[in-house]
């Protein structure tokens, strides 16, 4: 159930890609993207402003402000419906398609006659597509796996999305009279990067399970008022599923919800069942089978008598199986089990993992100064209300030439401005200058060494090129991890969740240069890259490389996407010592000189 301002990012969003199939103005088409930037920043509902509020935020004209109240009034804008009409919505999925821009998706329409997915693997198959100049057998090859690539993750939904979603559902939930407790369950609360269905538990009133009574039901009035505060969200398009326990509903994009209601003595069996996964369930099954035990979703009981050895909370189920809790982003069977088995053996509870409370610092932000939407001072104000004590500036380089990427000269004059400003706010925070820098196909940076030695922070980050060979890429991101001026490798394969694969490095190479070298590996914490995966973080755990989570912030609010980072983080094992944004302040500050060689 997406927000007035994610739906209306999404209108501009949308707005810009048809303006530019259509083969509209360039300026027309920055300024809507412009415009998406900006309502996606904003710090409160876009609903909640006047037009002179609207048109006095930067980047945001008398027409966009128009447009914005025609969405907050009708809740949709003439203009996009105008442009949609005049594109087959066939043609808009093709831009869903890694390597498929706005401009491709035009040709194709207008050339290959192709008016969507189908149409696009038939004009692969029978060659209308190489018969457009330009399109040589590579680029196809591009497409063509780039199709398979999102057909196989076709019923899948990024976790931010689907994050949104059960917040929605939690907080209807969480309002009924009568509700204990609700939380997210399934893939979602193991931190997994992508999600099929939602899945929400709500605790209610209800008899607690027993020998007599093992399955107990839920409260059936309170229940039946859960089911209804969720049917009644904005949103939803279908009800799939209405039982006396189980409510199914779909929502637009075809996300779906399922939400269940226990009783409150059966909560903690019903969240470890529901929560999985699939593989663990079966190993803690077969551990309690051993024990003389039954797990199910209401209880763990003794399988003699029936009796209930625990249920209320997972912890206790955990603990009855000779186990120290497991958290949820740990639950894959791949060794926690006995990870746990050894903790509680020696009294131990397994090693605390990072929380996003422990992040104090970002080390890769944008302002306006590239393609962010914050000026170096409001950066700064909204790493202060995080609590943070250090911010780095690390806006784009030179050959991000779409992105506003600065020119030599202009970065000269940026990091004198970052300068100037960390000056003003050095007794409250640390402002760090930086950028973002490209790696280019080769393995070169995209500033010289000497202008790079000026800086504090160098994120280095691949941007093109990124349908590379292994070896090559492989080449190229050792290149750029040997040089001297490098602090952390950013969005290390440039993948795109559910749309764009990425380089697919030597990993175990990368990963001991980064050891030897002593950089950072990112995870990016924005729900579109969450790059580093979780086995790859892993594997740099493994050799003793820091990690780095950031939100490569456009945005204030893109500091809330840190959770999706740290979740990622705790899937691999990282504790709050293996993430470099949790060190102090003079502690990060001794770390990042340790880097420069």
């Known amino acids: 159930m997406p927000s007035t301002n994610a739906s209306l990012t999404a209108v501009f969003e949308d707005m810009a890609r048809l303006t530019e199939v259509l083969g509209g103005n360039g300026f027309k088409v920055n300024a809507f993207v412009k415009a998406a930037r900006v309502v996606e920043a904003l710090e409160r509902d876009a609903a909640s402003f006047s037009r002179s509020e609207l048109v006095a935020l930067p980047g945001?004209?008398?027409?966009?402000?128009?447009?914005?109240?025609?969405?907050?009034?009708?809740?949709?804008?003439?203009?996009?419906?105008?442009?949609?009409?005049?594109?087959?919505a066939g043609v808009v999925a093709l831009m869903g398609i890694s390597g498929i821009g706005p401009k491709s998706a035009a040709r194709f329409w207008h050339e290959a006659e192709v008016e969507s997915i189908d149409d696009l693997k038939a004009a692969i198959d029978d060659g209308r597509l190489a018969a457009l100049k330009g399109f040589g057998q590579k680029k196809i090859d591009g497409i063509a796996k780039s199709l398979a690539f999102a057909e196989r993750f076709g019923d899948r939904h990024r976790r931010g999305v689907a994050a949104a979603l059960a917040g929605a559902v939690a907080e209807a939930v969480a309002g009924v009279e009568g509700v204990r407790r609700v939380e997210a369950a399934g893939s979602l609360r193991r931190g997994?990067?992508?999600?099929?269905?939602?899945?929400?538990?709500?605790?209610?009133?209800?008899?607690?399970?027993s020998a007599e009574d093992p399955t107990p039901a839920p409260d059936p009035g309170v229940t039946a008022a859960v089911f209804d505060a969720v049917e009644k969200l904005d949103g939803v398009e279908e009800v799939l599923v209405r039982g006396d326990t189980k409510l199914s509903v779909r929502f637009g994009a075809g996300l779906q919800a399922d939400v269940r209601a226990v009783p409150a003595a059966c909560f903690g069996a019903a969240l470890a069942y529901f929560t999985g996964s699939k593989e663990h369930n079966v190993a803690l099954r077969e551990r309690a089978g051993k024990r003389g035990m039954s797990l199910s979703e209401y209880a763990l009981t003794d399988k003699r008598g029936g009796a209930v050895v625990a249920s209320a909370t997972e912890a206790e189920i955990h603990g009855a199986l000779g186990l120290a809790f497991v958290p949820p982003e740990l639950r894959e069977d791949r060794g926690e089990v006995?990870?746990?088995?050894?903790?509680?053996?020696?009294?131990?509870?397994?090693?605390?993992?990072?929380?996003?409370?422990?992040?104090?610092?970002?080390?890769?932000?944008?302002?306006?100064?590239?393609?962010g939407v914050m000026s170096i001072d409001e950066l700064v104000e909204a790493a202060l209300a995080r609590g943070f004590h250090s911010v780095a500036v690390t806006d784009h380089s030179r050959s991000q030439v779409q992105a506003n990427g600065l020119?030599?000269?202009?970065?000269?004059?940026?990091?004198?401005?970052?300068?100037?400003?960390?000056k003003r706010w050095k007794k409250q925070i640390s402002v760090l200058a930086g950028s973002e820098v490209d790696i280019l196909a080769d393995g070169t940076m995209d500033?010289?060494?000497?202008?790079?030695?000026?800086?504090?922070?160098?994120?280095?980050?691949?941007?093109?090129?990124?349908?590379?060979?292994?070896?090559?890429a492989t080449r190229r991101l050792l290149r750029a991890i040997e040089n001297p001026h490098v602090t952390v490798m950013g969005h290390l394969t440039g993948r795109l969740v559910l749309k764009r694969e990425g380089l697919s490095p030597d990993m175990p190479a990368i990963v001991k240069a980064a050891a030897d070298r002593g950089v950072a590996l990112e995870i990016n914490a924005s729900p579109y890259r969450l790059d580093l995966r979780d086995r790859h973080a892993a594997l740099a755990l493994e050799?003793?490389?820091?990690?780095?989570?950031?939100?490569?912030?456009?945005g204030p609010d893109n500091f809330l996407n840190a959770v999706h980072g740290v979740a990622t983080a705790r899937r691999a094992g990282a504790q709050a010592r293996?993430?470099?944004?949790?060190?102090?302040?003079?502690?990060?500050?001794?770390?990042?000189?340790?880097?420069?060689?």
């Open 60 to 88: 945001v004209g008398t027409g966009t402000a128009d447009r914005i109240l025609e969405f907050v009034e009708s809740g949709a804008v003439a203009d996009h419906e105008d442009l949609k009409e005049r594109v087959p």
């Open 192 to 209: 997994a990067e992508t999600i099929g269905d939602v899945d929400v538990l709500a605790a209610v009133p209800g008899p607690g399970p």
């Open 338 to 371: 006995q990870r746990a088995e050894a903790a509680h053996d020696a009294g131990e509870p397994l090693p605390r993992l990072v929380e996003t409370a422990d992040l104090k610092a970002e080390l890769h932000a944008h302002t306006t100064a590239s393609d």
């Open 407 to 422: 020119s030599a000269g202009r970065l000269e004059k940026h990091i004198e401005a970052v300068r100037d400003a960390a």
């Open 447 to 472: 500033y010289p060494d000497d202008l790079l030695a000026e800086l504090d922070v160098v994120v280095a980050s691949p941007h093109a090129a990124l349908a590379q060979e292994p070896e090559a």
């Open 543 to 554: 050799a003793g490389v820091r990690l780095a989570i950031n939100t490569d912030a456009h």
């Open 578 to 597: 293996d993430v470099v944004n949790t060190f102090g302040r003079e502690e990060l500050a001794a770390w990042i000189r340790s880097t420069k060689r």
